[in-house]
């Protein structure tokens, strides 16, 4: 039995790393794609200014207009909204903007810093923002506003990275023992994303704060790095 449970264990592992290594081929990929697609844009910039620019001075400033907005829309698309000096950490940024756009969300980032050089691994960074961002736009869906944000910062002191994940509510949050909990039925599924998020800081010898004010949560992450 044991031998067989040796087995099992070394083929799961196996199995668990070769996925992560997928998912990571996959990240790095599209990554790759991204960067291309930016250079190829900014290789094309003049040339659309010359265009914008002629059409102007030919007294056709509607078209010229309509010029600009097509080209805002596009370059809006192409481009990373994020560098955090992670390459899989801005892909998943990106997945997670459209993610929150669908859902009729609008997520704003803010990096001070650069992860480059830093502890943690790629895999513990995807999970901590992946986290903290599908809590948020999950909750930001309830608000009853006209596309409402949810803010993402990032900033670094010395060896500290901070991390605050911060959108509007609707609702009561109860608490229980000094935490927040969940209002839904499924409390035992709800709540893990969190738990993740903390096991990571505990690794790092870190801290997560939770805060509401006037109808905003507001997580805040601390990382020994």
């Known amino acids: 039995l044991l031998a067989v449970l040796f087995f099992v264990y070394k083929r799961f592992g196996l199995w668990h790393k070769k996925s992560k290594q997928e998912a990571l081929n996959t990240y790095f990929s599209e990554i790759d794609k991204r960067y291309q697609e930016t250079r190829l844009l900014w290789h094309d910039f003049h040339n659309h200014l010359l265009a914008v620019k002629a059409l102007y001075e030919n007294g056709r400033a509607e078209q010229a207009e309509r010029y600009i907005e097509e080209l805002s829309e596009q370059s809006h698309a192409r481009l990373l909204p994020a560098k955090s000096g992670s390459d899989t950490v801005d892909l998943l940024l990106f997945k997670k903007q459209e993610q929150a756009g669908e859902a009729g969300v609008r997520l704003q980032f803010k990096m001070d810093c650069s992860l480059e050089g830093i502890s943690v691994s790629d895999y513990e960074l995807c999970s901590l923002f992946g986290n903290l961002l599908d809590n948020a736009i999950e909750a930001t869906q309830k608000v009853e506003m006209e596309e409402p944000v949810v803010f993402l ?3 670094r002191q010395n060896s500290m ?5 911060e959108n509007p509510y609707t609702g009561e949050l109860m608490k229980q023992d000094g935490e927040l909990k969940t209002t839904k039925k499924d409390t035992a599924r709800h709540g893990i994303g969190l738990a993740s998020v903390k096991h990571i800081c505990k690794k790092y010898n870190g801290s997560v704060e939770l805060e509401t004010e006037n ?3 507001r997580v805040s992450v601390l990382l020994n790095v």
């Open 153 to 155: 910062h990032m900033d």
């Open 161 to 165: 990275l901070f991390i605050s994940c």
């Open 215 to 217: 109808q905003l949560f």
